[in-house]
């Protein structure tokens, strides 16, 4: 090995308890960050479904019936048809 790794080796060894410490609070804090998201999508997910299952039915009063005249649909198709024939 050269000089210079086993340099490295050595300043690992001696500095190896605060490096594990620091990659262990690191690996916490990722976890609380994971398991934090994962509650505001559970929550979130469970609100909504709450939401949509307490809502009030539409009333068939509120409902409105549109009426469209297609005729002018209908003769512009058949022009069409009879053109390609």
Do not use: H, P
């Amino acid at each position: 090995m050269s000089q210079k790794k086993v340099e490295a080796y050595k300043e690992y060894k001696k500095n190896k308890a605060q490096i594990l410490k620091r990659e262990k609070l690191i690996r916490r804090v990722e976890y609380g960050i994971i398991i934090g998201v994962c509650c505001v999508f559970v929550g979130w997910f469970g609100f909504s479904v709450y939401k949509s299952a307490t809502r009030k039915d539409v009333s068939a009063e509120a409902v409105q019936a549109t009426e469209l005249d297609m005729s002018q649909y209908e003769e512009y198709v058949e022009g069409l048809q009879s053109s390609f024939r």
